[in-house]
C-alpha cells in the first residue's frame, strides 16, 4: 500500500468535509421543504461524491469519519433562500476544489476530484441558478412544500 503524504490526507479529508456539509444541508433542505428540485437530485449526487471519496480512503488504509453534521447545518426560511445558498456553496465548492487539484500528483485522486469538481460546476451550479432565478427548469417552487422554519 502506498503512503500518503499528510497534503494529501488533508485535502482528502477537506473534500470529504465539503461533500458531508453538502448532503446535510440539502438533506435538511429536503427535511424543511419536502421532496423539491433541485435539492433531491443533487442529494443523490453528493451521496455518490461521498462514496468516490469513500473508495479513495478505503484503498490508502486510511479510516473515513462518520458525517458529524446533521442537524447541524444552517437552515433556511424559504426555498429561494436555499436555492441562492446553494449557488455561493457551489461556487465555494469550485474554489475548493481547483486548491485540492494542486495538492497531489496521484492519477486516481486526482480523476476523483476533477470528476466532483466538474459535478458542482457542470450540473449542481446550473441547477441552483435556474432555482434562485425562479425557473420551473430549475425545480424548486412547482413541488409540495411541508413548511420550513419561520
Do not use: W
Not at 34 to 47: K, R, S
Not at 80 to 87: F, L, N, P, R
Not at 112 to 127: E, K
Amino acid at each position: 500500500m502506498t503512503t500518503l503524504t499528510e497534503t494529501e490526507i488533508r485535502a482528502l479529508n477537506e473534500a470529504l468535509n465539503d461533500e458531508y456539509r453538502a448532503f446535510a444541508t440539502y438533506e435538511q433542505v429536503l427535511a424543511d421543504f419536502g421532496e423539491v428540485q433541485p435539492f433531491n437530485n443533487i442529494l443523490e449526487a453528493e451521496g455518490r461524491h461521498i462514496e468516490a471519496l469513500r473508495s479513495l480512503f478505503a484503498r490508502y488504509g486510511l479510516s473515513m469519519p462518520e458525517n458529524p453534521r446533521p442537524g447541524k447545518v444552517d437552515r433556511y426560511s424559504s426555498l429561494q433562500a436555499a436555492c441562492e445558498a446553494g449557488v455561493a456553496a457551489e461556487v465555494a465548492n469550485a474554489e475548493i476544489y481547483e486548491r485540492l487539484l494542486q495538492s497531489t500528483e496521484r492519477p486516481d485522486i486526482l480523476t476523483v476530484f476533477r470528476n466532483l469538481h466538474d459535478a458542482s460546476q457542470q450540473s449542481h451550479l446550473p441547477a441552483f441558478q435556474r432555482c434562485a432565478q425562479g425557473s420551473a427548469a430549475g425545480g424548486g417552487h412547482r413541488s409540495r412544500h411541508r413548511g420550513g422554519r419561520e
